[in-house]
């Protein structure tokens, strides 16, 4: 669809501007994947990639280049960037309290990172964790932390009760590196929309028990039988 607006409505024309970007909605994610060059992200832009950001992680690279700000990421920016922030690479842009301050809006934004990206924000978050938090002892501290319990260090993993497993999201599971961090009883509390995130490769790592457990927990998903049963 994108590739026949641009030919029809911005054939001859250099950059998107901030208005139109609003105004492609959904389109926008398909723009950046094509030509993320294409698109205006300068300061005047913000509500614009606000749009972006909350549909694709695509393009942040892009627009911090075009920043004249200070090196780091604004509170308002961050918010604007949205889904985009699961792209930044550096620590350079983010400011670690910052970070911090906004974790139960970062943990709602179902990033799927890079295992050093993973790394990167947990060095960065660790200070503001609590003990309730790093061993998602608690059903609300797993809500908050979302995604991110899925970029924690594998020892980390053990100290999770069994039971609180059933509140991992979907996005947690598909962060984390190996599923030979659970334990079978953790994995048999996975939910079936979380289960259906393991990817085969991770199953083939798993000894019969863990591989058990995990059928048990995917219930009657199509897709990730038919990987569990290979």
């Not at 509500?47 to 690279?61: F, N, P, R, T, Y």
Request: aromatic fraction near 6%; proline fraction near 5%; charge should be positive.
């Amino acid at each position: 669809i994108w590739k026949a607006v641009h030919k029809k409505l911005f054939k001859d024309v250099e950059k998107v501007t901030p208005r139109d970007m609003i105004y492609l909605g959904n389109l926008l994610p398909a723009a950046v994947k094509e030509n993320a060059k294409f698109l205006d992200f300068g300061k005047p832009a913000l509500e614009a990639i606000s749009v972006l950001g909350s549909k694709s992680d695509l393009g942040v690279e892009e627009y911090l280049t075009t920043r004249t700000l200070s090196s780091q990421l604004s509170m308002k920016e961050i918010y604007a960037l949205g889904r985009m922030v699961c792209g930044i690479t550096t620590e350079d842009v983010l400011e670690k309290q910052l970070l911090i301050k906004l974790l139960p809006y970062i943990g709602t934004l179902e990033c799927h990172v890079k295992p050093e990206v993973g790394s990167l924000l947990y060095s960065m978050l660790k200070p503001g964790l609590d003990d309730q938090a790093l061993t998602g002892k608690s059903a609300s501290s797993i809500e908050e932390m979302g995604w991110l319990m899925g970029i924690l260090p594998a020892k980390l993993y053990q100290n999770i009760p069994a039971s609180q497993l059933s509140q991992f999201r979907p996005s947690a599971v598909m962060n984390m590196r190996t599923m030979n961090d659970l334990s079978a009883k953790q994995l048999l509390q996975l939910s079936p929309q979380a289960a259906s995130m393991v990817e085969t490769p991770q199953i083939k790592a798993l000894n019969l028990a863990k591989v058990r457990a995990l059928r048990s927990a995917a219930g009657e998903d199509p897709t990730l039988r038919q990987s569990l049963n290979a």
